[in-house]
Structures are given as C-alpha cells and as structure tokens.
C-alpha cells in the first residue's frame, strides 16, 4: 500500500456499515487491516446485491464496498487456540477497532484494559449507538442501534422532509456513515499522539453523538433564540435563494445567498427588477420573501432544460442538476478525481465499480486498488507466519 497510513497495522473486528466504514478508509490510505471474522462471517457478505454471473456469491456489493482492500482471516474467539491466535495478533497491531454491543469484547476476556497490557501502545477504537461507558455512561447504553434510528434520535430526520409532512430518512446511511468517519480521524490523532507518548489509549465514537454534530445547526439555533427547527423541504432557514427548483426535464439545485451573487443570478435570468428591489437587497430580507425569491426562479428555470440552465449559470453562481447514480458515473469530474474505483469480483467476469476515496496526497497517494476478501483468505498465510 502505497498511502500516508502505510506500515500501520490495524485489526479489524467490525460488522456491518459504520465500522467497516472506519476500516476501509484507513485502508485506503494504506493501513494494513485484517478483518477478523467469525466462522459465519461478517453478515453483509450475503447482503448483495450480486452480479448475475456470480454462482459463488462468495460477497456482494455492499460487502466489496466497504471492505476492499483487507484481508480475511477468521477466528472464533471462544476458542482458546484463536484466542492464542489473536493476542499475537494483538501484540503486532498498532490499532483495534470493534463495533460489538457493550461488554461483548469484556465477556470474551478481550477488554481494552486486558489487551493495553498484552500491547500498551494500542490504540482501541469503539463504535456503538450511544458510546461506550468508558466515555460516559448512556442511559441508553445497551440499546441497539442501527442508521434509521439514530437519524431519528439526533436530529436529522426532525429537519429532514416536507413541512407539516412525514419525516423523511436522509438517502446515505449517514447514521453509519458519518460515525465511521470520525472514527477514523479518532484512530489517526490517536496513532499520532501515540508516537510522543508511546502509549496507547481507548477511542469511542457513538452514532447518536456523531449524528447529532452533524445537526449542529439545530442546536444553536434552539440556544440562540429559542426556535426548533422543523422540516423545511430543500430550503435553508437561514439562506436564500438556497432552493431546489424544477427544469422541463428534471430539477436544479441554485443557491445565491450572497449578496452579489443574487444580483449576478438577477442580471443572468434577466431579472434586474429583482436585484434593484429594496426589499431583497440583504439575505435575510430575502429569506423572508423567499416564497417570492422560489418563485421567479422557478418561473424561469421551469421552461429550461437542465442543461440549458447550466450553460447560463454554471461557473458563474453556485448550480447543479438532480442527478442520478448512471449520471454521476458519466460525469467526468468523477473520472478526472478518481471517485469511480474499478476492482475484479471473484466469481465473476465483470469488472465493477465502487465509489472512490475523496482525500487526495500530493506524495502518498491513497488509491484503492484491491478488492474486498473471501472469508479467511489470508487466514493460513497470517497462521503460518505467527508459527514461526
């Protein structure tokens, strides 16, 4: 592996979406993760979807996803001889990452502090619903969680939606998604400090807690003047124009709320009625017109095609067209940023595609190249090698 996390060496004992997240960016940026599986395997290795010609159907899409580039070896941990397997493991690791329900890694006889002693210079990273106790105790400790849910706790789906309708889960699984970002910011400052110090220490995310940064808005907005903010559709509450509006062959995002660049846009749709108007001189005076604002926008954007909306606002305020998955694919900004990843699936003679890796390095390029493993691919030559 050729990126800045290089010569790391991280174990790998998550499941599902939030920290396989975690460790398929570090292992884009070059750590080593070996992803240790129990004999059944991480259950989103049959989650799909798989590629017709697949008869193994060894792993599917979402597995390769957020798996490529480790390796597999499994281990029952209520094993004595895995469990011999694994402390060695331990000892070579620079970094462990589970995302078991509370005390399951204490009952196995596995806990942070046991294993500090095996390697003090570990760093073990949790990620969990509502955190870890070590961080805080949460009256929802032992509460499972999955993305649907913590959306619905911290705040994104109260926002998200049509006003006075259903709230609405944001599409991505952000509740997975985000956490397992920031644990792998955790893991990285973590292995930084480590390198002064010489010590290890205990990193813990929780969903809701991450969910709930990302909703930063709503709670100074709640400290500031007491408003709870409530689902808004695509507009902004603080912003205009910030609006989806509709095209004769699909819908564009515009959003001007500086003040110049809403008298560009008036002089670009040929309104200057608009930029003239002293009533919708300032963002704010517009955010209280902005029923008004929507539509004389939407007056001129809804006898436009996307792409002749495009050819008269892009580069000049900030645009851009509703697109779907086959026409992100065909953007060529995706193919220029290398944000289409191209990997071999086994079993298979297709070539598929995952979404990239965004942090780009100058010296240490972080590019994905290897596809997700089978289950205990690595297993022998990784036995083999702690015999010796």
């Known amino acids: 592996m050729s990126g800045p996390l290089a010569g790391v060496k991280v174990l790998d004992m998550t499941h599902a979406l939030a920290g396989p997240y975690c460790t398929m960016l570090l292992a884009d940026l070059g750590a080593d993760v070996l992803k240790v599986e129990s004999p059944s395997g991480d259950l989103s290795r049959t989650s799909g979807p798989y590629l017709p010609d697949d008869e193994a159907k060894d792993f599917g899409g979402y597995f390769q996803s957020v798996n490529r580039g480790k390796r597999?070896?499994?281990?029952?941990?209520?094993?004595?001889?895995?469990?011999?397997?694994?402390?060695?493991?331990?000892?070579?690791?620079?970094?462990?990452?589970?995302?078991?329900?509370?005390?399951?890694?204490?009952?196995?006889?596995?806990?942070?502090?046991?294993?500090?002693?095996?390697?003090?210079?570990?760093?073990?990273?949790?990620?969990?619903?509502?955190?870890?106790?070590?961080?805080?105790?949460?009256?929802?400790?032992?509460?499972?969680a999955f993305d649907i849910v913590v959306q619905a706790m911290a705040g994104l789906m109260g926002i998200t939606g049509l006003p006075d309708g259903t709230p609405i889960k944001v599409g991505p699984g952000v509740g997975d998604i985000f956490p397992g970002t920031l644990l792998s910011l955790g893991v990285v400052s973590a292995l930084y400090e480590t390198r002064g110090s010489g010590v290890g220490q205990f990193v813990d995310v929780a969903m809701y807690d991450a969910v709930l940064s990302l909703c930063e808005r709503i709670v100074y907005q709640y400290s500031y003047d007491g408003t709870i903010p409530r689902?808004?559709?695509?507009?902004?509450p603080l912003l205009?124009?910030?609006?989806?509006?509709?095209?004769?062959?699909?819908?564009?995002?515009?959003?001007?709320?500086?003040?110049?660049?809403?008298?560009l846009l008036c002089e670009l749709i040929g309104r200057d009625d608009l930029a003239a108007d002293p009533g919708l001189q300032t963002n704010e005076s517009r955010v209280?017109?902005?029923?008004?604002?929507?539509?004389?926008?939407?007056?001129?954007?809804?006898?436009?095609?996307?792409?002749?909306?495009?050819?008269?606002?892009?580069?000049?305020?900030?645009?851009?067209?509703?697109?779907?998955?086959?026409?992100?694919?065909?953007?060529?900004?995706?193919?220029?940023?290398?944000?289409?990843?191209?990997?071999?699936h086994p079993g298979s003679s297709k070539v598929v595609t995952v979404a990239g890796q965004p942090i780009k390095f100058s010296r240490t390029p972080a590019v994905p190249t290897k596809r997700a493993p089978l289950l205990n691919e690595h297993g022998p030559q990784i036995r083999e090698h702690l015999a010796e």
């Open 72 to 144: 597999s070896i499994v281990l029952n941990l209520k094993d004595p001889a895995d469990i011999a397997v694994f402390t060695k493991l331990v000892v070579e690791s620079d970094v462990l990452v589970e995302n078991f329900t509370p005390g399951v890694m204490d009952r196995l006889g596995l806990s942070y502090e046991t294993l500090a002693e095996i390697n003090p210079k570990l760093v073990y990273a949790a990620l969990r619903g509502f955190g870890d106790a070590r961080s805080g105790t949460s009256p929802y400790q032992e509460w499972p």
């Open 231 to 236: 689902p808004e559709g695509n507009r902004h």
């Open 288 to 344: 209280a017109r902005r029923e008004e604002v929507f539509g004389a926008l939407a007056e001129w954007t809804s006898t436009r095609t996307t792409d002749e909306i495009l050819d008269v606002l892009g580069g000049k305020v900030p645009v851009g067209a509703v697109r779907d998955a086959k026409e992100i694919l065909e953007d060529p900004h995706v193919e220029a940023r290398g944000m289409a990843v191209r990997l071999e």
């Open 240 to 263: 205009s124009p910030f609006d989806i509006v509709p095209a004769v062959d699909g819908w564009v995002a515009i959003a001007a709320p500086n003040n110049n660049r809403w008298k």
